[in-house]
């Protein structure tokens, strides 16, 4: 049941279009979409971003090129801690991902670069513990 309210979710808000349109083409043009038992895999590691890569996967989802001041996870708690909402990143030691839609609780609809196995996924996932930064604030 829960997987049906994730991919209605998704569905719903249109979310691998905006996933397609946030990244820039020729990254996009990389990749292709398909779904496992975590998430839909929208890609792998992007060309010029290091072996950890969810920090620069990030910068490269937000901002539309590779901020290689934020490829380092810790780096990303430079920005103001804020409520989360769409736009905003999940961040803890060695890890952060971006929030789309929240889903339920704690429970998130997230892009997440490096998620496992060397993928980037949109995928429903619990952000306690995760401190939220605003990355466009100052």
Same mark, same amino acid.
């Given at each position: 049941?829960?997987?049906?309210? #994730?991919?209605?979710?998704a569905? #719903?808000t249109?979310?691998g279009?905006?996933?397609?349109?946030a990244k820039?083409?020729?990254?996009?043009?990389q990749?292709q979409?398909?779904?496992?038992?975590?998430?839909?895999?929208?890609?792998?590691r992007?060309?010029?971003?290091?072996?950890?890569y969810?920090?620069?996967?990030a910068s490269?989802y937000?901002?539309?090129?590779?901020r290689?001041?934020?490829?380092?996870a810790?780096?990303?708690m430079?920005?103001?801690r804020?409520?989360?909402?769409?736009?905003?990143?999940?961040v803890r030691?060695?890890h952060?991902?971006?929030?789309?839609?929240?889903?339920?609780?704690?429970?998130w609809l997230?892009?997440?670069g490096?998620?496992?196995?060397?993928?980037?996924?949109?995928?429903?996932v619990s952000?306690r513990?995760?401190a939220?930064v605003?990355?466009r604030?100052?």
């Open positions: 049941m829960r997987n049906i309210a #994730i991919f209605l979710v569905l #719903i249109g979310f279009v905006l996933a397609a349109e820039p083409k020729a990254a996009f043009q990749t979409m398909v779904m496992d038992a975590n998430g839909t895999v929208v890609g792998g992007p060309s010029g971003c290091p072996h950890a969810c920090g620069c996967e490269l937000l901002f539309g090129h590779i290689t001041d934020l490829n380092r810790a780096n990303w430079r920005f103001p804020t409520s989360p909402a769409p736009g905003t990143v999940a030691n060695h952060v991902m971006v929030l789309v839609n929240r889903v339920d609780g704690s429970n997230v892009h997440d490096n998620s496992g196995g060397g993928l980037t996924r949109n995928h429903v952000i513990g995760y939220i605003n990355p604030g100052s």
